[in-house]
T-cell receptor, first 114, second 110 residues
Framework: NAGVTQTPKFQVLKTGQSMTLQCAQD?????MSWYRQDPGMGLRLIHY???????DQGEVPNGYNVSRSTTEDFPLRLLSAAPSQTSVYFC?????????????FGPGTRLTVT | GDSVTQMEGPVTLSEEAFLTINCTYT??????LFWYVQYPGEGLQLLLK?????DKGSNKGFEATYRKETTSFHLEKGSVQVSDSAVYFC?????????FGKGTRLSVIA
């Protein structure tokens, strides 16, 4: 199993550009989520999905869109990039939501917005 | 809502020293507790977990015990190595998606 994969690994955008961060998992997990990691802030939940066709907002959803058309894929879209979105983005998946399920994380995408 | 508080870093130790990273939590119900580790330039990996009170999770020489009476899940290792240098996250899973502490950076020097 490849586990959770993310592309690209690094990306530089100009303010106002749009892009999609890709995330895929091959473990048949129902639950997938996106986090951003900023210095001193830990990980903050952006959006999550409990299954194909179902998504919901996390703690910091503004400026991001998601969709879940298949069990395997959960892309994150930045509609109009802003410098405040400079961060490291992690995708994660698990069998279910909440206790006792552990999450499996991808390697991350480091995004810089200039 | 649910929350996790862990000790601020960074923590710098000499090789073979004893490690404790404190973690306390606030939650309703019966959450599971996890420690995740992030090595430089990588994603998070599960280090250990405990799913009910008095459970002890252990892995790679690290241990943590789920203490409901003190709402704590402190991470310990008897003898750290340089390869343990990483950021450690205490994490809670209740009725909602994971709740993370802010992370503790550990540096171990030879």
């Amino acid at each position: 199993n490849a586990g959770v994969t993310q592309t690209p690994k690094f990306q530089v955008l100009k303010t106002g550009q749009s892009m999609t961060l890709q995330c895929a998992q091959d473990m048949n997990h129902e639950y997938m989520s996106w986090y951003r990691q900023d210095p001193g802030m830990g990980l903050r939940l952006i959006h999550y999905s409990v299954g194909a066709g179902i998504t919901d907002q996390g703690e910091v959803p503004n400026g991001y869109n998601v969709s879940r058309s298949t069990t395997e894929d959960f892309p994150l879209r930045l509609l109009s990039a802003a410098p405040s979105q400079t961060s490291v983005y992690f995708c994660a998946s698990s069998y279910g939501v909440g206790s006792p399920y552990e999450q499996y994380f991808g390697p991350g995408t480091r995004l810089t917005v200039t | 809502g649910d929350s996790v508080t862990q000790m601020e870093g960074p923590v710098t130790l000499s090789e073979e020293a004893f490690l404790t990273i404190n973690c306390t939590y606030t939650a309703t119900g019966y959450p599971s507790l996890f420690w995740y580790v992030q090595y430089p330039g990588e994603g998070l990996q599960l280090l250990l977990k405990a799913t009910k009170a008095d459970d002890k999770g252990s892995n790679k020489g690290f241990e943590a015990t789920y203490r409901k009476e003190t709402t704590s899940f402190h991470l310990e290792k008897g003898s750290v190595q340089v390869s343990d240098s990483a950021v450690y996250f205490c994490t809670l899973s209740g009725n909602t998606p994971l709740v993370f502490g802010k992370g503790t950076r550990l540096s171990v020097i030879a």
